[in-house]
């Protein structure tokens, strides 16, 4: 086999799997921002630019941005008014809102 056929061979494989990683993302955006807007109820209470939410009963995401894991804990456990939504979202929602705040909040 010709090195140049190698060459475009992995070319092509990277672009393959760096297009589905892409697609993946977008994905769990997308649902982490359905759930901010709806079964999370995020949006009553913070404001976040991208989700067009202004409530200001929690702190504004966009200008805390918070990091995955911290919003992991608040979502779980609850933070002062606000409730735990473990059991209540389920894991991948969960997973979905933080992936979707930790990345919209830095907008
Ligand atoms: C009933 C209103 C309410 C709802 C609903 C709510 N929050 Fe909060 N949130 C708050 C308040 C109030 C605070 C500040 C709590 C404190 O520091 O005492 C807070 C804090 C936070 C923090 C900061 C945590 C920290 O450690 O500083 C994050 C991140 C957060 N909320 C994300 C979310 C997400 C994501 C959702 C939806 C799944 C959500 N909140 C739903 C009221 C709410």
Same mark, same amino acid.
């Given at each position: 086999m010709g090195k140049l056929f190698l060459n475009l061979l992995s070319t092509l494989l990277i672009l393959t799997f760096a297009s589905n990683f892409q697609a993946n993302a977008d994905e769990l955006f997308s649902k982490g921002k359905e759930v901010f807007l709806e079964a999370g109820n995020c949006a009553a209470c913070h404001s976040l630019s991208d989700?067009? $939410?202004i409530a200001e009963i929690g702190p504004n995401l966009n200008?805390?941005?918070p990091q995955v894991q911290t919003i992991l804990m608040?979502?779980?456990n609850g933070i002062g008014v606000m409730p735990a939504?473990?059991?209540i979202? $389920?894991?991948e929602e969960i997973e979905a809102v933080?992936?979707?705040v930790s990345i919209a909040a830095e907008q």
């Open positions: 989700a067009g $939410s200008q805390i941005r608040a979502v779980k939504m473990e059991g979202l $389920s894991d933080a992936h979707y």
